[in-house]
């Protein structure tokens, strides 16, 4: 699926990973924690990436056990009783990858596309400096890069990486004063955003 803005121009979403990040992010005392895999996060982010067919969805946790919950998850929906029964969440669920760091992800994602990456970090504090969703548009569209689009769990990607990434993405804003959403809801809302028609 390509977007298409109001200039014509198309933004093929395959250039765009979301990655969800269980490390490093934050608790609520702004302490740097992991963060526990929810079965729900990896069902609806799968279902939003191939509605939007975005590239593959990276899950990154450094837990051993975690990794090893999200392996039988995916196994479940992709080759077990789950694949049989539910076709639909079989194909979503093909989108999904695992690692151990943030790093690995970007390793990986450059030699499948043997191209370069940048790192895109999301977060519901506005700290100035960060890219609207205009400019990130365009830059998926004009450029040849992988985007890695991090989305936080707990209480946000933590200050240390958000200063380490190659952009800030504007926070999702309503206006209501209040601000943290369910990440699969940020993550659904942000890539409507950029690729949505």
């Known amino acids: 699926m390509a977007s298409r803005p109001e200039d014509g121009r198309i933004v093929s979403g395959l250039f765009l990973n979301p990655v969800l990040l269980h490390y490093p992010v934050e608790d609520r005392d702004g302490n740097e924690i992991t963060a526990a895999v929810t079965n729900l996060d990896l069902h609806d982010l799968a279902r939003i990436a191939i509605t939007y067919q975005t590239g593959d969805v990276w899950v990154v946790t450094p837990v051993v056990e975690q990794q090893q919950l999200v392996k039988k998850i ?22 999904l990858r695992l690692a151990g760091s943030l790093a690995e992800v970007a390793e990986k994602v450059h030699a499948d596309a043997d191209l370069p990456v940048f790192t895109v970090s999301t977060s519901a504090r506005k700290t100035g400096g960060e890219m609207s969703f205009g400019d990130l548009h365009g830059r998926l569209n004009q450029s040849r890069e992988r985007c890695l689009l991090l989305f936080g769990t707990a209480w946000g990607i933590s200050r240390k990486l958000q200063q380490q990434v190659d952009c800030r993405l504007e926070p999702v804003q309503a206006g209501a004063g209040y601000n943290h959403l369910p990440v699969r809801a940020a993550a659904a809302i942000t890539i409507d955003r950029l690729l949505g028609r």
């Not at 995916?74 to 194909?91: M, V």
């Open 74 to 95: 995916i196994e479940h929906w992709t080759s077990g009783i789950g694949a049989r029964r539910n076709p639909d969440r079989k194909l979503a669920f093909a989108k």
